[in-house]
């Protein structure tokens, strides 16, 4: 059982560079997202999609984006790294309504942008 | 504005001694989840409260959902070293909504 699988666990970015975050899971959840930790600040909602073909907005999207062409992939890109983009990232999934089922959270990776 | 706030923000106590951390809301919301997170981890699901007045029990943990449905209550009875981690609580403000809104955390540290 992998569950939520993320990559790669760890990422130094120079400001202005460009890259992708993977999220894979293989629960056949329908709902992903994507959350970025912050000291102080708890979890905030990135982006989301509640199945394949459909994506949304979170709290904080400016600065990526995301595409779900398939049900078990949900990655994220960054167009043009800043350092206001360091931070701990987390890919989650949930197979049912939210607040009746939970959030299955991946490992998480660390981006730093210098 | 949806806020979520929860207090105290750092906590650190002995082994053996009771606590109680608290998760309060700007709004009434639909449910709510706590979640515990260890270093190098994602969060992990404790419990889901729904209903106004609520409470759940998960071995040496109590878990109370207000009756007004604003706020929220973790107790922690005899602590323990492996109850150490980071707690957060996090609600729907209306049923079907799509966004799990995250507090900023607990960090709970217990000393043996």
């Known amino acids: 059982n992998a569950g939520v699988t993320q990559t790669p666990k760890f990422q130094v970015l120079k400001t202005g560079q460009s890259m992708t975050l993977q999220c894979a899971q293989d629960m056949n959840h329908e709902y992903m997202s994507w959350y970025r930790q912050d000291p102080g600040m708890g979890l905030r909602l990135i982006h989301y999609?509640?199945?394949?073909?459909?994506?949304d907005q979170g709290e904080v999207p400016n600065g990526y984006n995301v595409s779900r062409s398939t049900t078990e992939d949900f990655p994220l890109r960054l167009l043009s790294a800043a350092p206001s983009q360091t931070s701990v990232y987390f890919c989650?999934?949930?197979?049912?309504?939210?607040?009746?089922?939970?959030?299955?959270f991946g490992n998480g990776t660390r981006l730093t942008v210098t | 504005t949806q806020l979520l706030e929860q207090s105290p923000q750092f906590l650190s106590i002995q082994e053996g001694e009771n606590l109680t951390v608290y998760c309060n809301s700007s709004?009434?919301?639909?449910?709510l989840q706590w979640y515990r997170q260890e270093p190098g981890e994602g969060p992990v699901l404790l419990v889901t409260v729904v209903t106004g007045g609520e409470v759940k029990k998960l071995k040496r943990l109590t878990f109370q959902f207000g009756d007004a449905r604003k706020d929220s209550s973790l107790h922690i009875t005899a602590a323990q070293p492996g109850d150490t981690g980071l707690y957060l609580c996090?609600?729907?403000?209306?049923?079907?909504?799509?966004?799990?809104?995250f507090g900023q955390g607990t960090r709970l540290t217990i000393n043996p």
């Open positions: 989650a999934s949930s197979y049912s309504t939210l607040g009746s089922s939970p959030l299955h």
């Open positions: 996090a609600v729907l403000f209306r049923a079907g909504a799509q966004k799990l809104v």
């Open positions: 999609s509640v199945g394949a073909g459909i994506t």
């Open positions: 709004s009434v919301f639909s449910s």
